[in-house]
């Protein structure tokens, strides 16, 4: 199984301000297989992020994802009022299990 | 368009059983994988299972392996969770979602409590 650590576990930052977030795998990800979504209290997580570096649909420009192997970050330009939420990596399209990292919050300082 | 919508959680005792629906709409069904994801009370996501859209491929997690059972009906663009044994641990929201380069949509959730 792939153990996929998030780090950090909280980020308080500022409206307009930069946000890095980064997953470490535990092992290579398969053919970079690497999401990342977006939950906000109450709701389903939301798809930004696939194939480690490509925008879902209706993604804005400011979210990002770039890494390879078993490192990977995703950047969140210009923090809007919106984006603040918990976001979550996942390795996906391997051998099962797929796995999920713990979770960065993104808080508001 | 896409629109996943669940239904069949409830409270359940030690030991029971339930069933889980995902009806699916706005997309050819039997064309994706499809997931059942899991978030326990203030927990992160778990992944449980996925099955193929022609139901032939199935994996689980080890934590549900042997007492739940995904399954499809691309007829009626359904999916399926038969749960049995089922353990306090179990408690959680229960997602189903599509697989397209990750998990693209979502349902909203269905709460399942397992608790006496």
């Known amino acids: 199984e792939i153990v996929l650590t998030q780090s950090p576990g909280t980020l308080s930052l500022s409206p307009g301000e930069r946000a890095t977030l980064s997953c470490r795998a535990s092992r290579s990800v398969t053919s970079n297989y690497l999401a990342w979504y977006q939950q906000k209290p109450g709701q389903a997580p939301r798809l930004l992020i696939y194939?480690?570096?490509s925008r879902a649909t209706g993604i804005p420009d400011r979210f990002s994802g770039s890494g390879s192997g078993t490192d990977f970050t995703l950047t969140i330009s210009r923090l809007e009022p919106e984006d603040f939420a918990v976001y979550y990596c996942q390795q996906y399209g391997g051998s099962p299990p797929e796995t999920f990292g713990q979770g960065t919050k993104v808080e508001i300082k | 368009q896409v629109q996943l919508v669940e239904s069949g959680g409830g409270l359940v005792k030690p030991g029971g059983s339930l069933r889980l629906y995902c009806a699916a709409s706005?997309?050819?069904?039997?064309?994706?994988?499809m997931s059942w994801i899991r978030q326990g009370p203030e927990k992160g996501l778990e992944w449980i299972s996925y099955?193929?859209?022609?139901?032939?491929?199935?994996y689980y997690a080890d934590s549900v392996k042997g007492r739940f059972t995904i399954s499809r009906d691309n007829a009626n663009n359904s999916l399926y969770l038969q749960m049995n044994s089922l353990r306090g641990e179990d408690t959680a929201v229960y997602y189903c979602?599509?697989?397209?380069?990750?998990?693209?949509?979502w349902g909203q959730g269905t709460l399942v409590t397992v608790s006496s």
């Open positions: 194939g480690a570096s």
């Open positions: 706005g997309f050819r069904f039997s064309d994706y994988y």
């Open positions: 099955i193929s859209g022609s139901g032939d491929t199935i």
């Open positions: 979602a599509r697989d397209y380069g990750g998990r693209d949509y």
